[in-house]
């Protein structure tokens, strides 16, 4: 017989995780569709108890996704302009169904290279806050999914939230997703882009993520650098400009390796134009 | 702390209940176990369908992953609690709108759009998609459903409405709701595994993990007395009789557990019976088995290899069967045309996905089992499941229930034989509903298909000669491949007059799954390859590629490919030319938009289809028993399995008019073989046609059966009054017969009659040559779409379909299955691809979504055909052919570029934008 603990305190619970093995369930979206028709054979902690691990906070310096916020409630949070992709993002999460149990902070431990809340957090420089008896760690997202399925949490800890700071709140921000069908699709690629603009029009600062492209979305670092200080009316220019060489494509059955790399440096750019609220000559798909 | 049963208590529908379940056992398996609450569905147990969406504190939420622990304290509505007493606005809109075919998918496109409506009381198109995106439906095309929706508030809620029913002698015609309506929108139908009983022994079934695998079993009497709750293990040691079915007897080959090899991945090896809650804790990863996988062969080029090795020692080269059709001298007319083309074309595997998984439950009685499953062929059923098991025809009863979608693969047995066997050995009631996965790996799929052609016309574009050549990967064993071999011969002209013609179809065995009847039988394949090439041919001869098809098409007096000259009721020029002013708007309107816009392409395209309804020169018969009880009802013995397409209403609206009464009078009876006579499977088209006609004719004897014990002549008029009176009336006269002073016969019948229908066909020759079938039905569609062309999407802007019925019998659900099979349609032209172990879901396996699917125009032609009942042709495979040839010709006509494979992918569209721009 596998355990179930249900603790209503995150004391409870990082006391739980410091004494044994135990898989974390909150929306519970990932986990059943792992388990299929097999019996449950971890034993489970449902942080579902806990109370104090649910909202958007704002703290001086932060805006705090607690860990069992799921997709809905953060999109009807209220939240700067810069959060728009992430709230994009939040609608192509599964379907209602599922965003309306799914949590935040479960899309990125489940750590699946087509998580659609990655690329969104990583332009607004998201953190993840994770906990355990003995300490409280704060990661950058990008060092904290190792790659495919992997991430580094330890078997004593939890994440507890994920942050947004302040400074990465300026600007606006777009996510475009590219799939198969129009609802419930996993990913072929997606992008997000978040954009400052200075008060000449031009560009100030750019952040761009691609998911879906390699085991871990990626920062295009150095498609950012090359935008700063350039007018919104380059955009399409420079990305075509840079080789994308964060990305490692695979083909399956969404997609060859080829079209994935030609469908991101045209979707980087929608995401970018319309962050940047600059009038894209063609017309969205 | 123990993942243990513990008291969970919570409101459903308004009612507190307090259940024992363990914490994280799903929502949907203690609705539906415990709580008998079985309108939730389960269709894939992943979030994939929403079918089992219910809301949670008023949020729509799939109570496939809500662990039972977060329903402690929380409200839970299901679709039993949408009505109360009489039907919500929603569910009367939903049946007045045809909405509801199968139902399966109902309960949860029910429940998400309430969500929506309880927010929002006349939501706009989109905000019905948004709602709904979650939710899929493989019969309706989602067009009905968006409008009921978006139509709810016109609706009064709280009653049953008034859904009256046609006066006598005007149902064929009419769209009264379907008969067997009301019980797919309240949650009250029972599917496959809506009715097991308590006490019944839950059936695992251990398969195949390899294409090709030998294996051998551990110690199964120690499995079985180290696990709780393990009954007993059964292999195909086990099995009494015959072990080998197939649909096609003489082809028979698939035993119902291996022996010694599988033959592929998902095949059966070995039953485990245990009790429901074992079941619940049983890992079949730890059953006593050995796996040796061996070379598999996936592809027909591979498997026609020489030396390659044999899937069935009885069939050289893998080889099934091959169709011809030869007619005239195709090679001298190629030789001799003004302008020839030549391409290939291949198509991919593809699921049936239905949201239903194979489902139900056997118990023997008396020395007879019973089979109460879902089904397409209940006598089918009846005779492969009695040989596998050593009984007589006789001692099997088949009960279909409702079945939520077949599209052709429900026709084949799936888990009759494996619930029969326990029931058998055990003496105990065996139930199995199938997991998404286990119903994806183990049945049939469509064929996937490699063709090359080469059509020839004058220099005034009529067509003088083509020749076909298709290979059809049919799988490790027969199913229907000798079907689709035979058909696509006959069909791969399309319905146009091709003088001369020379058409081969192979089926070859492969490892991969089981290739069987799905929706067109290898036509929709064909017709990609034909009518790609008539879009090519047209644009050489610089003629409008509709002009080109309707010059070209098969008229009054036309010979068909197979020497078959058609005298009456060729609807595809009708078809046509009701496109005809869509055609030129949408033309019109592509050019315009591809003036403003860059990087977006409007793209216009149209395709036929003809479809032969029955079995190609094959007897087909379907017989229909009907009667009058004693109380002033008339009973129909329907054995047309009604799987949402809607032959319960159907047939009910034929016999009515035959007979002379109002629908209303009627009560439905079965399918069931101990009840109904066997009126064929549900398949091929054949239901309205051929049971039709079967009904059509039984009527006619019960009238005059009735007019002569009256003593009146044909022009006598029947009314039947409560309390069991039947009035004839005739003249100024009125005889009175009172019913109930009758002695009825076996079936509590006073006046009964049945009869059969088997459609005029002869056999073909050597060359493929005779009357394959006797009644054809002709379609036309055009897409509209817009292609991206940086990232080779396709946005469907419209699809506008002309379909040649011969007579509507039901307008309402005629169009149901035209849009129904256009989302089918949609789905392989664009996204559906099975690939054996990798896409065994629905979120690798893609369907249309309701934001796949554009805005449908239906144009229903009526060009009766003398042969079916009132005029009517078959109509339920036709609506699909047309579709896929449509959208890959509006993508060529948008990008410059013909897509070879489907499905056409954003991937495979991009990479031929850029290849023909090398």
């Known amino acids: 017989m596998t355990r179930y603990a249900k603790p209503k305190t995150l004391e409870e619970a990082l006391a739980l995780l410091s004494e044994g093995s135990w898989r974390i369930v909150a929306g519970a979206t990932d986990f059943y569709p792992a388990l299929g028709s097999r019996p449950l054979q971890q034993d489970v902690i449902d942080i579902n108890g806990i109370a104090a691990l649910r909202g958007v906070a704002e703290t001086d310096s932060h805006f705090i996704i607690a860990a069992r916020t799921n997709w809905t409630e953060l999109l009807r949070t209220p939240l700067p302009p810069a959060f728009d992709a992430l709230k994009q993002a939040a609608r192509e999460i599964g379907s209602i169904q599922i965003q309306n149990v799914a949590s935040v902070a479960g899309n990125i431990c489940n750590a699946s290279p087509a998580a659609d809340g990655v690329p969104a957090l990583q332009v607004l420089d998201a953190e993840v806050e994770l906990r355990s008896r003995r300490a409280t760690r704060i990661v950058p997202l990008d060092q904290f999914i190792l790659g495919n399925r992997k991430t580094i949490l330890r078997e004593d800890e939890m994440v507890t939230a994920v942050r947004v700071p302040k400074a990465a709140t300026a600007g606006n921000s777009a996510f475009y997703k590219l799939g198969a069908r129009r609802y419930l699709v996993i990913s072929i690629a997606m992008a997000a882009a978040r954009v400052i603009l200075d008060g000449e029009g031009r560009i100030a600062t750019a952040a761009v993520a691609v998911g879906s492209c390699s085991a871990v979305a990626q920062r295009l670092h150095r498609l950012e650098r090359d935008l700063a200080g350039q007018p919104p009316e380059f955009i399409e220019r420079i990305v075509g400009s840079v080789t994308f060489d964060e990305l490692a494509p695979i083909d399956d059955v969404r997609g060859s390796a080829a079209y994935r790399r030609a469908a991101a440096r045209e979707i980087v750019t929608r995401a970018l134009v319309q962050a940047a609220g600059a009038s894209d000559r063609r017309a969205a798909a | ?918």
């Not at chain 2, 409101?11 to 415990?34: F, H, I, K, Q, Y």
């Not at chain 2, 079949?284 to 040796?292: E, G, S």
């Not at chain 2, 026609?304 to 059709?325: E, K, M, Y």
């Not at chain 2, 948008?894 to 090398?918: F, H, N, Y």
């Open chain 2, 1 to 918: 702390m123990k993942n243990d049963r513990a008291p969970i208590s919570f409101t459903v529908n308004g009612a507190p209940v307090s259940v024992s379940a363990a914490p994280m056992r799903r929502l949907s398996s203690v609705l539906r176990d415990e709580l008998g609450l079985t309108g939730t569905k389960v269709g894939c147990d992943a979030g994939d369908c929403g079918a089992c969406t219910v809301m949670l504190d008023g949020e729509p939420v799939c109570a496939c992953l809500l662990p039972m622990a977060s329903v402690e304290g929380a409200a839970v509505r299901t679709v039993e609690g949408l009505g109360g007493d009489g039907l919500s606005a929603l569910q009367a809109s939903l049946l007045a709108h045809g909405a509801a075919q199968c139902g399966i998918c109902t309960p949860g496109i029910l429940v998400a759009a309430t969500a929506l409506l309880e927010r929002n009381a006349s939501p706009g198109e989109a905000a019905v998609q948004e709602a709904l995106g979650g939710v899929l439906c493989r019969c309706t095309g989602y067009r009905k459903i968006v409008a009921a929706v978006m139509e709810a508030h016109q609706h009064i809620p709280g009653r049953v409405p008034d859904f009256s029913l046609p006066p006598a002698g005007h149902a064929v015609g009419a769209s009264p709701v379907r008969l067997d309506g009301v019980a797919k929108v309240t949650g009250a139908e029972k599917f496959g595994g809506d009715s097991f009983p308590a006490d019944a022994l839950s059936v695992l079934v251990v398969r195949s993990p390899h294409h090709r695998s030998a294996f051998s079993f551990g110690d199964l009497e120690a499995y079985v007395a180290d696990n709780a709750g393990v009954v007993a293990v059964f292999t195909a040691a086990d099995i009494p009789g015959i072990n080998c079915f197939g649909v096609i007897p003489p082809f028979a080959d698939q035993p119902a557990l291996a022996e010694g090899e599988t033959r592929f991945r998902g095949e059966a090896i070995a039953l485990v019976a245990c009790e429901s809650w074992a079941a619940r804790e049983l890992d079949l990863a730890r059953f006593p088995v050995q796996w040796r996988e061996l070379p598999a062969v996936m592809e027909p080029a591979a498997a026609q290899a020489t030396g390659a090795a044999l899937i069935h020692s009885s069939r050289p080269g893998n080889l099934l069967v091959q169709g011809v059709v030869e007619h005239g001298d195709a090679k001298t007319a190629l030789a001799n045309a003004a302008v020839v083309v030549s391409g290939s074309f291949e198509t991919s595997y593809v699921e049936h996905a239905y949201i239903e998984p194979e489902a139900g439950y056997a118990f023997v009685n008396d020395g007879v089992l019973t089979i109460v499953a879902c089904t397409q062929a209940p006598h089918m059923d009846r005779d492969d499941t009695a040989r596998i098991l050593g009984l007589a025809p006789d001692k099997v009863h088949i009960v279909p229930t409702a079945t939520g979608g077949g599209f052709g693969s429900k026709i084949d047995v799936s888990l009759q034989p494996l619930i029969g066997l326990v029931a058998l050995k055990t003496g105990r009631p065996a139930a199995l509903a199938y997991t998404r996965t286990e119903s994806m790996a183990s049945t049939t799929k469509r064929h996937p298909a490699s063709m090359q052609a080469t059509i020839g016309t004058d220099a005034d574009g009529m067509i003088r000669g083509m020749i076909f050549a298709g290979d059809f990967n049919t799988g490790a064993y027969a199913s229907f491949g000798p079907t689709v071999a035979n058909r696509v011969p006959v069909h791969a002209s399309g319905p146009y007059a091709t003088p001369n013609y020379r058409a081969n179809a192979r089926a070859i065995h492969t490892n991969g799954p089981v290739s069987g009847a799905f929706r067109g039988f290898g036509v929709p394949q064909a017709t990609l390859m034909q009518e790609t090439l008539y879009d090519e041919l047209a644009d050489r001869l610089d003629i409008d590629r509709l002009q080109f098809r309707l010059q070209n098409a098969l008229r009054n007096g036309s010979e068909t490919v197979t020497g078959q000259r058609l005298e009456t009721g060729v609807g595809i020029i009708d078809c046509l030319a009701a496109l005809e002013p869509h055609w030129r708007r949408a033309l019109a309107e592509a050019e315009a938009f591809n003036v403003s816009q860059v990087g977006v392409r409007r793209g216009v395209g149209i395709a036929s289809c003809w479809y032969g309804c029955g079995n190609t020169s094959l007897p087909n018969p379907s017989t229909i028993k009907l009667g009058i009880t004693p109380d002033g009802k008339v009973a129909l013995h329907q054995g047309a399995v009604d799987i949402g397409q809607g032959s319960n209403t159907v047939i009910a609206q034929i016999a009515a008019d035959a007979l002379g009464l109002p629908l209303g009078d009627f009560v439905l009876r079965g399918a069931d073989t101990s009840i109904t006579p066997d009126a064929g499977k549900t398949s091929a088209s054949r239901q309205t046609y051929v049971s039709g006609k079967a009904a059509e004719k039984a009527t006619r004897t019960l009238r005059e059966k009735v007019l002569r014990y009256a003593n009146v002549s044909a022009e006598a008029s029947l009314q039947l009054l409560p309390g069991g009176l039947l009035l004839v009336h005739e003249g100024g006269e009125r005889r009175r017969i009172d019913l109930a002073l009758l002695k009825p016969d076996g079936d509590g019948l006073v006046f009964a009659a049945e009869e059969s229908y088997d459609p005029p066909t002869t056999p073909l020759d050597a060359k493929g040559q005779g009357k394959p079938y006797a009644v054809y039905g002709y379609g036309a569609q055009i897409a509209e779409l817009e292609v991206d062309m940086a990232l080779g999407t396709v946005r469907l802007v419209k699809i506008t379909a002309a379909h040649d019925v011969g007579r509507a019998i039901n307008p309402l659900l005629a169009e149901g299955q035209i849009e129904g099979g256009i989302a089918q349609g949609i789905g392989m032209a664009l996204m559906e691809e099975y690939i054996p172990g990798r896409t065994e879901n629905l979120h690798d396996y893609l369907i249309p979504t309701i934001g796949d699917v554009p805005p449908i125009e239906t144009i229903l032609v009526e060009v009766p055909d003398p042969e079916g009942p009132f005029g009517a042709k078959g109509l339920g495979e036709h609506v699909l052919i047309p579709t896929a040839p449509a959208i890959l010709n509006a993508i060529r006509h948008a990008t410059g570029v013909l897509v070879t494979k489907v499905p056409a992918t954003p991937s495979r569209i991009l990479a031929a934008i850029q290849e023909a721009r090398r």
